[in-house]
């Protein structure tokens, strides 16, 4: 944590309170639980926003690729019935009523 040790940290704790004394001690400890916490506090809110961002982008991102698939679909769906009827095969001419087509009623 920050390149400090713990023998360090306990050192700069001691000579802390020997320079603030006892009796402020636990006024300026509580200060800065406070301002620890609300610290902690502005992280996690700005994590949740920025999950939410990724979400929301992630999202955007699956719904564009749906949108695609479904153009290429129409597409290939355009080309099978420009193709059926310029070629049709023995269901698309009885549908259509092609006269070229022998009906087997008659």
Do not use: C, W
């Amino acid at each position: 944590m920050l390149g400090l040790s713990y023998g360090e940290i306990f050192l700069i704790l001691g000579a802390t309170a020997a320079l603030i004394g006892p009796k402020d001690l636990p006024i300026i400890s509580r200060t800065a639980g406070r301002l620890a916490g609300r610290a902690i506090g502005y992280v996690q809110v700005a994590r949740g926003q920025f999950e939410n961002v990724m979400q929301q982008t992630q999202f955007r991102q699956v719904n564009k690729e749906l949108q695609d698939t479904m153009a290429q679909l129409e597409a290939i769906r355009h080309e099978i019935r420009s193709f059926s009827i310029m070629n049709p095969g023995p269901l698309t001419r009885s549908l259509m009523g092609d006269p070229d087509q022998p009906n087997a009623e008659a």
